[in-house]
């Protein structure tokens, strides 16, 4: 996005956002005067849902990677630990502990069409097809249940998703990055398309102490996302991948521009000091 936008048109909310996101975002918006808000042509945040209904002067498309769903759920799990070893307590961690449950727990016992109290469905929603309640959040309270393995949530919601998904969203799928990425660059007609070569992940990649029987819990009671990840999964593996080609030759062209930039500013250095 920084590599096709200039810095006027591309705004970076993320970790902005305090208090109710759907509020928030409105707020934010109407404070932009008509200029800024004309300028700007791409918003990234982690609550990219909520400015679609705010943003009504023109067409709104959003871009999300949806995940696989255990894989998704257990990540999650890790990084709640490592936020918390680092001094940001989370209160989902907190409730477990004060229950002595494992994560499996949590499926045992708010599952299955089991009673869940208005504060545990608030805390936990997001481990039960937390992607599709996410992508439905600006129009449907996502704490609503059932959590049971049959039911993804409030009545209607599986249409709701997939109409809102093919509607609005270009989707992409982790676990096919690379051919995303096109997809990201073709959808909105971006020429400098690359792979970026990072690794930000704080929290450990073992997945070892997770044993089966949770994973098929996991996997039990977000059949929705199950199915959203595999549909677009199959359609993006049928992409090609970004080009090993497109990323060097990105990777070239800075290089060079902050060779000439370097070598502007020496010259201007040397003329600074000839004055002198």
């Known amino acids: 996005m920084q590599a096709n936008l200039d810095p006027e048109e591309l705004v970076n909310l993320t970790g902005q956002e305090e208090g109710d996101p759907a509020q928030w975002y409105r707020t934010y918006w109407e404070s932009l005067t008509p200029e800024q808000r004309s300028s700007v042509r791409c ?13 009504t002067d023109r067409p709104v498309r959003v871009f999300c990677m949806l995940r696989e769903p255990v894989e998704r759920v257990i990540s999650l799990l890790f990084f709640l630990r490592w936020m918390d070893e680092h001094g940001s307590p989370s209160p989902v961690l907190a409730k477990m502990r004060e229950r002595g449950w494992e994560l499996k727990d949590v499926y045992r016992n708010l599952g299955c069409d089991r009673e869940c109290s208005p504060e545990d469905a608030a805390l936990f929603w997001r481990l039960f097809n937390g992607q599709a309640r996410e992508i439905l959040e600006p129009q449907v309270d996502p704490t609503l249940p059932p959590f049971a393995p049959q039911g993804s949530g409030p009545v209607g919601i599986e249409d709701e998703v997939r109409a809102r998904l093919s509607e609005v969203y270009v989707v992409g799928v982790s ?3 690379s051919q995303s990425i096109r997809l990201l660059g073709e959808s909105f007609g971006w020429r400098k398309v690359f792979v970026p070569q990072l690794n930000v992940r704080p929290y450990p990649s073992s997945r070892s102490e997770i044993d089966e029987e949770t994973r098929s819990l996991i996997r039990l009671h977000n059949g929705l996302d199950r199915d959203l990840h595999d549909h677009y999964l199959a359609r993006v593996s049928a992409l090609p991948p970004t080009s090993r080609s497109s990323d060097l030759r990105w990777r070239a062209q800075q290089r060079w521009r902050r060779n000439v930039w370097l070598t502007r500013r020496a010259a201007q250095r040397a003329r600074s000091r000839l004055r002198r």
Do not use: N
């Not at 918003?43 to 943003?55: A, D, E, K, N």
């Open 43 to 55: 918003v990234t945040s982690h609550y990219s849902q909520f400015p679609i209904p705010v943003v």
């Open 175 to 177: 676990e096919r990055f």
